[in-house]
């Protein structure tokens, strides 16, 4: 709930950045995959939410880049070469983050394979 808060917080922040430029804060990636070879249930679940609200993060993330960049378009404050930087620059954060998504959840979804893998033993 409160990763949740946060996101939303950035996304106002953004909102009421209007013209300025927008400062978008990049979400953390949960601090701790279990071990699927030792985690108990709950704490799958746990990492499970982590993953899910990390994504959501991400997400808010990246509208607050699309508006923060639609800002900079609509200001007239730059030429048509340094918008084309400034896409590029945001086109890069944006892709960063998703890929770091993708890798988190590649990390859970193994050792939630190894998890239920180990349920499967016992």
């Known amino acids: 709930m409160l990763r949740k808060t946060i996101a939303f917080a950035a996304?106002?922040?953004?909102?009421?950045?209007?013209?300025?430029?927008?400062?978008?804060?990049?979400?953390?990636?949960p601090e701790h995959i279990p071990d699927g070879k030792t985690a108990i249930y709950d704490e799958m679940?746990?990492?499970?939410?982590?993953?899910?609200?990390?994504?959501?993060?991400?997400?808010?993330?990246?509208?607050?880049?699309?508006?923060?960049?639609?800002?900079?378009?609509?200001?007239?404050?730059?030429?048509?070469n340094r918008l084309m930087e400034l896409r590029a620059m945001q086109a890069k954060k944006n892709n960063a983050a998703v890929d770091e998504v993708q890798a988190v959840a590649d990390q859970f979804n193994e050792q939630l394979r190894i998890f239920k893998a180990?349920?499967?033993?016992d």
Do not use: H
Request: some cysteine; charged content about 20%.
């Open 45 to 80: 679940v746990t990492a499970q939410q982590a993953v899910k609200q990390f994504n959501e993060d991400v997400t808010a993330y990246n509208v607050c880049l699309d508006m923060e960049m639609a800002s900079l378009e609509q200001s007239g404050q730059f030429d048509a």
């Open 118 to 121: 180990r349920d499967k033993k």
């Open 11 to 29: 996304l106002l922040a953004c909102l009421a950045a209007g013209s300025a430029q927008a400062t978008c804060i990049y979400p953390r990636a």
